[in-house]
């Protein structure tokens, strides 16, 4: 019985999360980008189900205490993004943004 193994029935449930991400994001994303998008698939896959020893908390706050929407924020993987350049990192006359896509938070800085 597969659905009687928790380890089958957590890796087929990422695999399922992880088929939806990629499905949304947006029809010009490079596929080859596929492995930035692995660290927000589990945090919000973590954030979704809840903890086997405490029902009432996510498995992420069993984890890591609670997440702070406010400094990293989540948004739609693969979304086409204008990231704004800091003006010693460009010509005079350039554009003060340059195209990208959003990968996931980053948990490094504020």
Request: proline share 9%; glycine share 4%.
């Amino acid at each position: 019985m597969h659905r009687r193994n928790a380890a089958k029935r957590a890796i087929q449930t990422f695999k399922d999360h992880f088929k939806a991400v990629l499905c949304s994001c947006d029809p010009r994303f490079p596929l080859f980008y596929w492995c930035l998008l692995v660290l927000q698939t589990v945090l919000t896959l973590n954030l979704l189900r809840t903890s086997r020893p405490n029902p009432k908390h996510s498995t992420w706050s069993c984890l890591n205490g609670p997440y702070d929407y406010n400094a990293r924020p989540i948004a739609p993987l693969g979304t086409y993004v204008i990231m704004h350049q800091k003006p010693n990192q460009r010509a005079t006359w350039a554009p003060s943004g340059i195209d990208d896509w959003y990968v996931g938070p980053d948990f490094k800085r504020y």
